[in-house]
């Protein structure tokens, strides 16, 4: 991960950060790029092994880091978490919900079944719901309170048989713009991030072809690599994005243009 520079290390200083779903994959890699902008992180996430390998790894590069086990798909983890987060940081500036599941990969809206259907809701979109309710009030208090919600540019491009998923994310780009209005009289800015597809640990399952159609018909032909989408949620956690919300922004290399 690139170390910011000088003249940008400031752009976080000071802000507590709650990142969902932080303990791999692009959660962690926003978590760490935070934490390089002179953040104070706290990383949530169901995998209780893998959280206390990536705090330990975030505090063994002088990171002020610290985990949170949470489930999303349950509301009282949910609010025991924002609860805990808080506490620990003294407060929240800024809230990055991660946290989400794919589960309908590869299958056709046919084969897709209820429980699959419900569980990706329930993680993907209630969950996010859930956690910026839980956050709310730290947030306003706050006065410069920034909500991140992690969509994804399938939902703009309607990709097959992937649909639970696709679904859920395009309903987090709307409840991205409702909550914008909703929370905009307590300073509090909403915005989403749909990134492309990613080289982490959760794209693993998509096959090849999937891969190379990405690649192919990107304006920038390449892989997609984390480090390609923590810059626009640094931009969107700082004071550099304070009159900017309910906005999308596609991180994709072009796949899509937004």
């Not at 959660?27 to 902008?37: I, L, M, N, Y």
């Not at 002179?38 to 985990?67: F, I, N």
């Not at 299958?107 to 956050?135: F, H, P, Q, Y």
Request: with cysteine.
């Amino acid at each position: 991960m690139a170390t910011p520079s000088a003249a940008t290390a400031a752009l976080l200083q000071g802000r507590r950060l709650l990142v969902t779903g932080g303990a791999r994959g692009l959660g962690f890699a926003f978590a760490q790029t935070a934490c390089g902008h002179g953040a104070r992180v706290v990383l949530a996430d169901l995998r209780a092994e893998q959280l206390k390998a990536s705090v330990a790894e975030l505090k063994a590069q002088g990171c002020d880091a610290a985990g949170v086990i949470v489930d999303v798909a349950d509301p009282a983890s949910v609010t025991a978490c924002a609860a805990q987060a808080i506490e620990i940081l003294g407060g929240l500036d800024g809230l990055v919900n991660n946290a989400a599941i794919t589960d309908s990969g590869g299958k056709s809206a046919d084969e897709l079944d209820i429980e699959t259907w419900d569980r990706v809701m329930n993680v993907n979109v209630r969950g996010t719901w859930l956690m910026t309710r839980a956050c709310h009030a730290a947030l306003r208090d706050s006065g410069r309170g920034a909500i991140v919600n992690l969509a994804s540019d399938t939902a703009l491009w309607g990709a097959p048989r992937l649909l639970a998923y696709v679904a859920s994310k395009g309903a987090v780009i709307s409840m991205t713009r409702s909550l914008a209005r909703e929370l905009g009289p307590d300073n509090i800015t909403v915005n989403a991030i749909a990134p492309g597809l990613v080289m982490v640990e959760a794209t693993r399952y998509v096959p090849e072809a999937r891969h190379r159609q990405y690649v192919e018909q990107r304006a920038l032909s390449r892989d997609q690599l984390p480090e390609d989408v923590t810059g626009a949620v640094v931009y969107a956690l700082s004071d550099l994005a304070r009159f900017v919300t309910g906005q999308l922004l596609a991180v994709n290399g072009g796949f899509v243009m937004h």
